[in-house]
């Protein structure tokens, strides 16, 4: 299964060299990492503390300004100090804003690890819950390593939390679970719906992705179903070969699943990805011949198997497994690889699976029948779930029901919370914005949906793309008009927006209505 992942920050000035700020002032570079001592167990806050890893700048901050405060979410966050930069949102708020951008890492994630490894015992602290209360704790108690940064609490400043993919639904599911700590957030390709069997995760990726090669995928994979459920063993031994796959032996359910690596590619994509990544070079290698594309009803099945197969056997393996041998690298029956059995921290695939296995679900498996499939319909739900044995005697049923009653889901209803989504962003249809839903932007909460991928619009897509732009644009303009009505505690704050602010929302920006212009996407030809 694919995790989340926040989007990878296009290239940026040096990163580990003194910051100056906008008053003159020398501060440390963005990659100086601080420690915070968060409570291991919120629950039993006698258990002590750990360290969690913090990253801060001041580089805009004026007094009265807020503090945005930013988790990666399922990551080692060392790598993303770049969000505490006016090329990320997190940087454009508190340049316009006078803010101080803050980098938080994930307990369970990286360093920032309640117990010193990842086992099912560490593992009982490690749920959803208790990061939004790390996230509570962090505002209320930490003292910031800046001027007047042990005043900057929730009740004396505006916190603004943000988010992108699983810590963008974590962004939702805070500010739906502890109203008013967070006075506003902002939401990207935020998952807030959690589902067991979120087979829709390849729907934009069918519909998006070159027709010819959605085509041929499809065909091509109705073919491997239909011989994998059959007896005729030299035609199934001879897919196995033709992909490289020979070695998972019986385990065809191995085989089949490996091939959703061709379509977990397209996460990798961003509005600022050229002809050369990996997914187009996919398609590419299913869909021109002798020079010549495809038409978009795609070659047709004997010659687009033979293509995957070769595309495969011809590179894509040893990118994928590098120096690992085939049945360690997909394999799923041998219990005794380090893959299932690793406890050491930083491990952040484990990390993420016990959530998924306890509490969001979120499965990337075959459409269901009646529905056209890039997913062999071998891979259904209790395949993915063979980690914690120790925790699990059979595939476990994630409390997905628990979690949406309990954070609101699709339901969320909040003010001062930015959802923005992209309309080819696989995990779509876990978001607001998922299909048939016809959730409505509001003042209080509005949605901008914006022809991107995956969290397009965290980052400098913006400067490529006029979509984006315009929701990053109509998130600054929110941010600033709920900012003006904060006042502190005591002081009558917070305070609903009030009916003027409101009416100015109204009349200067409508709701945005995109669509997919991107023609390139149309085409049949060669990427």
């Given at each position: 299964?694919?995790?989340?992942?926040?989007?990878?920050?296009?290239?940026?000035?040096?990163?580990?060299?003194?910051?100056?700020?906008?008053?003159?002032?020398?501060?440390?570079?963005?990659?100086?990492?601080?420690?915070?001592?968060?409570?291991?167990?919120?629950?039993?806050?006698?258990?002590?503390?750990?360290?969690?890893?913090?990253?801060?700048?001041?580089?805009?901050?004026?007094?009265?300004?807020?503090?945005?405060?930013?988790?990666?979410?399922?990551?080692?966050?060392?790598?993303?100090?770049?969000?505490?930069?006016?090329?990320?949102?997190?940087?454009?708020?508190?340049?316009?804003?006078?803010?101080?951008?803050?980098?938080?890492?994930?307990?369970?994630?990286?360093?920032?690890?309640?117990?010193?490894?990842?086992?099912?015992?560490?593992?009982?602290?490690?749920?959803?819950?208790?990061?939004?209360?790390?996230?509570?704790?962090?505002?209320?108690?930490?003292?910031?390593?800046?001027?007047?940064?042990?005043?900057?609490?929730?009740?004396?400043?505006?916190?603004?939390?943000?988010?992108?993919?699983?810590?963008?639904?974590?962004?939702?599911?805070?500010?739906?679970?502890?109203?008013?700590?967070?006075?506003?957030?902002?939401?990207?390709?935020?998952?807030?719906?959690?589902?067991?069997?979120?087979?829709?995760?390849?729907?934009?990726?069918?519909?998006?992705?070159?027709?010819?090669?959605?085509?041929?995928?499809?065909?091509?994979?109705?073919?491997?179903?239909?011989?994998?459920?059959?007896?005729?063993?030299?035609?199934?031994?001879?897919?196995?070969?033709?992909?490289?796959?020979?070695?998972?032996?019986?385990?065809?359910?191995?085989?089949?699943g490996a091939l959703r690596n061709n379509l977990w590619d397209w996460q990798s994509l961003q509005v600022t990805s050229?002809?050369?990544?990996?997914?187009?070079?996919?398609?590419?290698?299913?869909?021109?011949?002798?020079?010549?594309?495809?038409?978009?009803?795609?070659?047709?099945?004997?010659?687009?198997?033979?293509?995957?197969?070769?595309?495969?056997?011809?590179?894509?393996?040893?990118?994928?497994?590098?120096?690992?041998?085939?049945?360690?690298?997909?394999?799923?029956?041998?219990?005794?690889?380090?893959?299932?059995?690793?406890?050491?921290?930083?491990?952040?695939?484990?990390?993420?699976?016990?959530?998924?296995?306890?509490?969001?679900?979120?499965?990337?498996?075959?459409?269901?029948?009646?529905?056209?499939?890039?997913?062999?319909?071998?891979?259904?739900?209790?395949?993915?779930?063979?980690?914690?044995?120790?925790?699990?005697?059979?595939?476990?049923?994630?409390?997905?029901?628990?979690?949406?009653?309990?954070?609101?889901?699709?339901?969320?209803?909040?003010?001062?919370?930015?959802?923005?989504?992209?309309?080819?962003?696989?995990?779509?249809?876990a978001t607001i914005s998922a299909e048939g839903l016809n959730i409505t932007s509001t003042i209080q909460q509005p949605?901008?949906?914006?022809?991107?991928?995956?969290?397009?619009?965290?980052?400098?897509?913006?400067?490529?793309?006029?979509?984006?732009?315009?929701?990053?644009?109509?998130?600054?303009?929110?941010?600033?008009?709920?900012?003006?009505?904060?006042?502190?505690?005591?002081?009558?704050?917070?305070?609903?927006?009030?009916?003027?602010?409101?009416?100015?929302?109204?009349?200067?920006?409508?709701?945005?209505?995109?669509?997919?212009?991107?023609?390139?996407?149309?085409?049949?030809?060669?990427?």
């Open positions: 299964m694919m995790p989340m992942a926040t989007v990878p920050m296009a290239s940026l000035p040096a990163m580990n060299i003194p910051v100056t700020s906008r008053n003159g002032t020398i501060l440390p570079a963005y990659t100086t990492a601080y420690f915070f001592d968060q409570l291991i167990d919120h629950d039993k806050p006698s258990l002590g503390t750990f360290k969690q890893r913090f990253w801060h700048t001041w580089e805009f901050y004026e007094p009265g300004g807020p503090i945005i405060l930013m988790t990666p979410g399922e990551v080692n966050a060392e790598g993303y100090s770049s969000y505490l930069t006016n090329r990320t949102i997190p940087g454009l708020i508190a340049q316009q804003q006078n803010g101080s951008t803050v980098v938080l890492e994930h307990r369970f994630y990286g360093l920032s690890n309640p117990y010193p490894d990842l086992s099912v015992k560490s593992f009982r602290v490690h749920t959803i819950q208790q990061a939004i209360d790390d996230l509570e704790y962090f505002a209320k108690k930490v003292h910031l390593p800046m001027p007047g940064g042990d005043s900057v609490t929730p009740d004396k400043a505006p916190w603004i939390l943000v988010g992108g993919s699983y810590s963008g639904a974590l962004t939702s599911w805070t500010m739906v679970n502890k109203p008013g700590l967070f006075f506003a957030g902002y939401a990207s390709s935020a998952v807030v719906q959690a589902i067991l069997n979120f087979w829709q995760y390849f729907e934009p990726i069918r519909l998006h992705m070159p027709a010819n090669c959605s085509a041929d995928v499809q065909a091509v994979i109705a073919h491997i179903d239909k011989t994998f459920t059959g007896k005729n063993t030299t035609a199934i031994k001879a897919i196995q070969d033709s992909f490289g796959l020979h070695e998972l032996g019986d385990h065809l359910d191995d085989v089949a050229g002809p050369g990544t990996q997914f187009y070079r996919f398609c590419d290698a299913l869909e021109v011949k002798d020079g010549v594309s495809a038409p978009a009803s795609g070659w047709g099945v004997n010659h687009a198997l033979a293509a995957w197969g070769a595309y495969w056997r011809n590179g894509y393996i040893k990118t994928l497994c590098k120096e690992d041998d085939v049945p360690t690298c997909l394999g799923t029956y041998n219990a005794t690889l380090e893959f299932w059995t690793d406890t050491s921290i930083d491990n952040n695939s484990r990390s993420w699976f016990w959530i998924v296995c306890n509490e969001v679900g979120y499965l990337q498996e075959a459409a269901p029948r009646g529905k056209p499939t890039l997913v062999s319909r071998l891979i259904q739900p209790p395949y993915d779930f063979m980690m914690f044995p120790a925790a699990f005697k059979t595939p476990p049923i994630p409390n997905v029901w628990r979690t949406n009653i309990k954070y609101h889901g699709w339901d969320v209803r909040t003010k001062n919370l930015f959802f923005a989504n992209g309309i080819r962003d696989p995990w779509k249809d949605i901008g949906l914006a022809d991107g991928f995956h969290c397009s619009d965290l980052g400098v897509s913006g400067a490529v793309d006029p979509t984006i732009a315009a929701v990053q644009q109509q998130a600054l303009a929110s941010m600033k008009a709920w900012l003006k009505t904060w006042k502190p505690l005591g002081q009558g704050g917070p305070i609903k927006t009030p009916r003027a602010v409101a009416q100015t929302f109204k009349n200067t920006f409508p709701p945005i209505s995109v669509k997919p212009v991107n023609a390139w996407f149309k085409r049949v030809g060669s990427i």
